[in-house]
């Protein structure tokens, strides 16, 4: 099949076709990445926009229960919802975090649910390229709402936060006064924190927590894309789907303003220049781990690390072997 | 002046011939790349080893007396001192933190010591590469040892890590019980703390402080590099002089001890690597910033924001150009 019948095909809403497309994008091989370019462009065609929605927290947290609840109740609304997960770790633990669908069990069933493991490379910068492409496939697709789920493991909420629209911190409720050593850069690009489990014993925690987080979201810079009580934390219960619709509500709200004030269209034009910037660098990067460079930068570093060439000289020998290949 | 005849001065001692050197290193413009690029190959026929010794401290923590100190005291036993630093805020800030020599002023009028302010350039990256050289062109110049001093803002201590055989962290006297902020990484990075301004009204603080990060130096992973006692957090006066000899003897135990192992060797190794990488990296985006591509960089960027064209197409257009160029 071509690139442009698939894109038709996805743009049909079809959704063997869309994860197909998907795997194309996630496949490393110089043919399939021609034929993946091409098919982004196609793509492009449908001119449809979904809510991008990042979506970070710990294990622990809920975060399978949460997208779930979540999920459902969007569907019920008649949305179709898109789940991608952004997990550099799962190459390496063997199995991704949502290699199992049990652990979405009644989202995974629905036909306006399209659910897709994060792809497995051990490289972030493979991941996030893949995924975000996975994102564009699902918003041609006619995808309403994308759930972009991460760990937060180290640079990856950056990663996620670069294709999302909103983005939505999740936490457990936290004893004592300690704000879960969540990072400050975290909590900058939180648009969004949910305190999850706000029920039963919990309850009083979550209650104190969410109370600490707005304490701290309030010490916090104002951004000019924030209208007024943004960035906002607030208690969910994932499980007894308590306060999910107040939370897609003020989803809603902070986008609509977005939209009305030119903020949601900068943000997404800020984040193309990115991963066009991010594209160049791992392609040329990515140059060095393939022959024939590859058997030429190995030879070079044995000599640099034993004295025998400096590093300035082998990396000019390197660059200028890069524009004769 | 060719580049042999410049590195034969560089080695032969000229003082002149070495400030030279690292001016040319320092240069963006091509042709003087070249020639950097040539003379750092001649300057390793010297075959001198320094001890490379990274400081990092925070403002006001007293790095300029220390060094000064510590400095004059290596004066008095006969060894020529290096001294150098990494400040990519220097740049912005409009001045180096090490232009002025009144800063170490009797160490600044010694034959036997040479202070260089940092490279004035923004990018972390081009102060790290023209650093690095510099530390090699002082080695071949016969130093005995070279302090690299930055002020721990961002990764600036990663980089100079990356370029010492020894990294020390100084730190001032800390009120109560709270650990400076001082990141975990940076901890794991130091072979040695010293907790300065043990004198006067500050000396039971400085002791506390002392003990605290010696504690937490103990949590510590215990590296394979660091010998029985090491890292170790110790106070020193750079003011009174006090603690510094201590200091220099606990340095040479640790050096001597990693040169009779092999660490000494194999990190020398692994960091030429490392600088071989860099140097590719900054070689390879720094063709993105130059004409002709820069243009073309510049005009796909505009389009990839309007939506006109893919990240992905219009960074696979500027490997393209890459090659062609």
Not at 24 to 31: K, N
Not at 150 to 159: A, C, P, W
Not at 219 to 245: C, H, N, W, Y
């Amino acid at each position: 099949m071509d690139a442009a019948t698939l894109a038709k095909d996805v743009i049909a809403g079809n959704r063997r076709a869309l994860a197909r497309a998907i795997t194309l994008v996630e496949s490393a091989r110089p043919d399939h990445r021609a034929m993946a370019t091409e098919l982004m462009e196609h793509i492009k065609d449908a001119d449809r926009q979904a809510l991008r929605t990042g979506l970070s927290g710990t294990p622990g947290v809920g975060k399978s229960t949460l997208i779930e609840s979540f999920g459902m109740m969007l569907i019920g609304k008649g949305m179709k919802v898109a789940v991608l997960a952004v997990d550099p770790s799962s190459a390496r633990s063997g199995g991704s975090i949502l290699g199992d669908k049990t652990r979405m069990e009644m989202l995974s069933r629905e036909k306006n649910a399209f659910i897709r493991p994060s792809p497995s490379q051990s490289e972030l910068g493979g991941v996030a390229r893949r995924t975000r492409e996975a994102v564009a496939l699902c918003e041609a697709a006619g995808y309403d709402i994308i759930l972009i789920e991460t760990v937060g493991v180290g640079q990856s909420e950056t990663v996620v936060s670069e294709m999302s629209d909103l983005f939505v911190l999740l936490l457990a409720p936290a004893g004592g006064d300690e704000l879960q050593g969540v990072k400050r850069g975290i909590m900058e690009m939180a648009d969004m924190i949910l305190v999850n489990k706000a029920d039963g014993d919990l309850l009083p925690a979550a209650k104190r927590t969410c109370s600490d987080y707005a304490g701290a979201l309030r010490l916090i810079r104002k951004r000019p894309q924030d209208p007024e009580g943004f960035p906002k934390a607030m208690t969910v219960s994932a499980l007894q789907e308590d306060g999910l619709a107040e939370a897609w509500d003020d989803m809603q709200a902070l986008i609509a303003w977005r939209r009305e004030n030119g903020f949601f269209d900068a943000r997404r034009a800020e984040q193309a220049e990115y991963w066009f910037g991010q594209e160049i660098r791992l392609g040329l990067l990515g140059q060095l781990e393939r022959e024939p460079l590859k058997s030429t930068v190995d030879d070079l570093a044995r000599q640099v690390a034993q004295g025998a060439m400096t590093p300035t000289r082998a990396a000019a020998d390197v660059l200028a072997a890069l524009k004769e290949g």
